[in-house]
């Protein structure tokens, strides 16, 4: 490590601190003794994501559009890492946010390399499993390609992060910026926004409601869901390794629409009447991943089985929510 804040300790710079992702990675960080600062524009984070790290010295937010440059706060600091997870991250989310999604993993990642380059920092960027749109290859390795529709609707996603991974690489090719690419797939846990749209919070809280379980399409498309503290644990191992090409971070256990909608009804019990919509535009059939390079080269594997993350999930809902 590089960078070191007055106290001595590791310097990290957190972007989408308030999101779901975000909060849990730099509460982690802080546990490992960095010092963090966060940032967000709170266009999709929530504040209240923080405030378990308020009370923590060694925590400070700042409220910054990076689109627009970097802050001069964060300007001439000794960071250690740059750890860029600030994006709208669902359909609904990014929907609503078109060309905010696509600036922040564009603009906002070259803003972010340019103050690597400067600093001396490590650039760490959240990509996902949507640079393999909708897979030909199952399970989905790092080495494929991808099936993307690169003017369709979720294109503003797909094409944001593929471009984001580009430039990334692109300055560690060009300026020798010391890089790490995560490839995450489905992500669950406590500090999800109830209403992000996705597949977990839908279900769990229409469940939660007493009102139908709503399925798109025939429910046999397939997910891989994994649990955030088993996310944030690959993150930290990646930065302890020099591995600069993408990894995949998820859980292979592979369900269907259907089964996932079953386990939260044998969680939740209540009406849980299944109503069916048509499916959305290149909406992927299939998601899962290879985890072996991870399991290689970072020696990680998820740990939190599906009933038990969907369960200290609910616990999360039901006091918090």
Same mark, same amino acid.
């Given at each position: 490590?590089?960078?070191?804040?007055?106290?001595?300790?590791?310097?990290?710079?957190? /972007?989408?601190?308030?999101?779901?992702?975000?909060?849990?990675?730099?509460?982690?960080?802080?546990?490992?003794?960095?010092?963090?600062? *966060?940032?967000?524009?709170?266009?999709?984070?929530?504040?209240?994501?923080?405030?378990?790290?308020?009370?923590?010295?060694?925590?400070?937010?700042?409220?910054?559009?990076?689109?627009?440059?970097?802050?001069?706060?964060?300007?001439?600091? !000794?960071?250690?890492?740059?750890?860029?997870?600030?994006?709208?991250?669902?359909?609904?989310?990014?929907?609503?946010?078109?060309?905010? /999604?696509?600036?922040?993993?564009? #603009? *906002?990642?070259?803003?972010?390399?340019?103050?690597?380059? #400067?600093?001396?920092?490590?650039?760490?960027?959240?990509?996902?499993?949507?640079?393999?749109? =909708?897979?030909?290859?199952?399970?989905?390795?790092?080495?494929?390609?991808?099936?993307?529709?690169?003017?369709?609707?979720?294109?503003?996603?797909?094409?944001?992060?593929?471009?984001?991974?580009?430039?990334?690489?692109?300055?560690?090719? /060009?300026? *020798?910026? =010391?890089?790490?690419?995560?490839?995450?797939?489905?992500?669950?846990?406590?500090?999800?926004?109830?209403?992000?749209?996705?597949?977990?919070?839908?279900?769990?809280?229409?469940?939660?409601? !007493?009102?139908?379980?709503?399925?798109?399409?025939? *429910?046999?498309? /397939?997910?891989?869901?994994?649990?955030?503290?088993?996310?944030?644990?690959?993150?930290?191992?990646?930065?302890?390794?020099?591995?600069?090409?993408?990894?995949?971070?998820?859980?292979?256990?592979?369900?269907?629409?259907?089964?996932?909608?079953?386990?939260?009804?044998?969680?939740?019990?209540?009406?849980? #009447?299944?109503?069916?919509?048509?499916?959305?535009?290149?909406?992927?059939?299939?998601?899962?991943? =290879?985890?072996?390079?991870?399991?290689?080269?970072?020696?990680?594997?998820?740990?939190? =089985?599906?009933?038990?993350?969907?369960?200290?999930?609910?616990?999360?809902?039901?006091?918090?929510?």
């Amino acid at each position: 490590m590089t960078g070191v804040s007055q106290k001595g300790k590791p310097l990290a710079l957190v /972007t989408g601190a308030a999101g779901f992702v975000g909060s849990h990675l730099a509460e982690r960080l802080l546990a490992e003794g960095y010092t963090v600062v *966060g940032v967000d524009n709170l266009c999709t984070g929530r504040l209240r994501n923080l405030a378990i790290l308020k009370s923590n010295p060694e925590f400070t937010f700042i409220q910054a559009d990076l689109i627009e440059g970097i802050p001069g706060e964060l300007k001439g600091k !000794n960071w250690s890492w740059v750890f860029h997870f600030a994006s709208p991250a669902s359909p609904p989310k990014y929907f609503d946010l078109p060309v905010e /999604t696509l600036r922040i993993n564009s #603009e *906002g990642t070259r803003h972010l390399l340019e103050l690597c380059k #400067e600093s001396g920092a490590s650039f760490f960027y959240a990509s996902t499993s949507e640079v393999y749109g =909708d897979p030909l290859e199952h399970p989905q390795s790092e080495s494929y390609w991808g099936n993307v529709n690169p003017i369709g609707v979720r294109s503003i996603y797909d094409e944001a992060k593929r471009y984001g991974e580009a430039i990334t690489y692109a300055y560690h090719r /060009t300026f *020798g910026v =010391d890089v790490r690419v995560i490839r995450i797939f489905n992500t669950y846990g406590p500090r999800m926004d109830p209403e992000d749209g996705r597949v977990v919070t839908n279900l769990m809280f229409q469940a939660l409601r !007493n009102q139908p379980l709503t399925i798109y399409g025939d *429910g046999t498309q /397939t997910r891989s869901f994994q649990y955030v503290s088993d996310l944030v644990e690959g993150i930290l191992r990646l930065t302890r390794v020099k591995h600069v090409w993408p990894v995949n971070l998820g859980n292979p256990g592979e369900f269907t629409i259907l089964e996932f909608a079953e386990r939260v009804r044998a969680l939740i019990p209540g009406k849980g #009447e299944l109503v069916f919509k048509p499916l959305p535009s290149d909406d992927p059939k299939q998601r899962k991943p =290879d985890i072996s390079l991870a399991k290689r080269i970072l020696g990680w594997e998820p740990k939190v =089985d599906l009933e038990q993350g969907l369960r200290l999930t609910l616990d999360f809902f039901k006091s918090n929510e």
